[in-house]
């Protein structure tokens, strides 16, 4: 099959390196590229594992309610925190 492509100019710039260390044609390297970017589209995706945190105990939370900033910062800071 015949085919126009406009690369950018960073594909390339990759496809031209790729051709200089193999030693091949343009058209080999890019049909190369091609079945391996085509195959990895169509791979199933990965499973990640999961990951977990793993919680500690820190004691006592001395402030009165955390939702409450302007509180904290009096408690935290002192009155003046303003």
């Known amino acids: 099959m015949r085919t126009t492509l406009t690369l950018e100019d960073d594909v390339a710039a990759m496809l031209e390196r790729v051709q200089r260390e193999r030693k ?12 391996q970017g085509l195959s990895a589209m169509q791979a199933r995706p990965k499973h990640n594992t999961r990951f977990r945190t793993q919680p500690i105990h820190l ?20 009155e003046d925190h303003k």
Request: glycine share 6%.
């Open 24 to 35: 091949s044609s343009l058209k080999e390297v890019v049909n190369t590229a091609l079945r």
């Open 59 to 78: 004691g006592k939370c001395y402030l009165p309610n955390l939702d409450n900033i302007a509180e904290v910062l009096a408690i935290a800071e002192g």
